[in-house]
Structure formats: C-alpha cells, structure tokens
Nanobody
Framework: QVQLVESGGGLVQAGGSLRLSCAASGSIVSISQMNWYRQAPGKQRELVAEISSGDSTNYAVAVKGRFTISRDNAKRTVYLQMNSLKREDTANYYC??????????????WGQGIQVTVSS
C-alpha cells in the first residue's frame, strides 16, 4: 500500500557531493519520523540521520557536519545532502518513514535501498 522510492545515488569521487531523495506514495494519512540508514558490505546497518515531524534532527557521529537531512511534507519526501564524501561513506542507503494509514494504524515503511559509491 505504501511505497518508498530512493533516487540520487551513484558513483562520486572523494570530496564530492550527492543528494539522495526518498518519496512516498500510497494512501498515507500522516508521516511522522523520517530516517536514513546505510549498510556497507559485511557490516551492520546503521542509522545515518533522522528528522521528526517538528524538524528536529539527529546525525551519526561519522557524518555530523557533512550530511544534512531535510523534509518536504507537501511532496512527502525526505532528502539527504551529502558533502565532503569519504570512501567510508560507500554503502547501500535506505530511507524509512513512520506512517499512519486510513485504518488508523502506524507502520514503518522501508525503501528498497540505493547504492552510493565513493572512489579515491
């Protein structure tokens, strides 16, 4: 019923920038928390950034000062601006939204993931 689709990933040189987008579709009544996660090969998935419905944000220590999360409620979209990229940022990136549906129930919906590769 709810689909999240990421875009904006790809290959970039170290020191460069990328902007990820994640847009939701479906019969959504409300969106609360929006998050970005990432997972590198052989490593555990980690929370990169999160943003609340009131625009409060939190970042992983590894990306703080380089990444910025933002949201556009009208477009039902979350963004992740990634600057000063490092090889350590190479991973599959996933968005997740906490959404409420017409039934009144809340769910955490996940995107399929998008690859970000940083080369030297």
């Amino acid at each position: 019923q709810v689909q999240l689709v990421e875009s904006g990933g790809g290959l970039v040189q170290a020191g460069g920038s990328l902007r990820l987008s994640c847009a939701a579709s479906g019969s959504i009544v409300s969106i609360s928390q929006m998050n970005w996660y990432r997972q590198a090969p052989g490593k555990q998935r980690e929370l990169v950034a999160e943003i609340s419905s009131g625009d409060s944000t939190n970042y992983a220590v590894a990306v703080k000062g380089r990444f910025t999360i933002s949201r556009d409620n009208a477009k039902r979209t979350v963004y992740l601006q990634m600057n000063s990229l490092k090889r350590e940022d190479t991973a599959n990136y996933y968005c997740s939204f906490l959404v409420s549906l017409l039934s009144g129930r809340w769910y955490t919906s996940w995107g399929q993931g998008i690859q970000v590769t940083v080369s030297s």
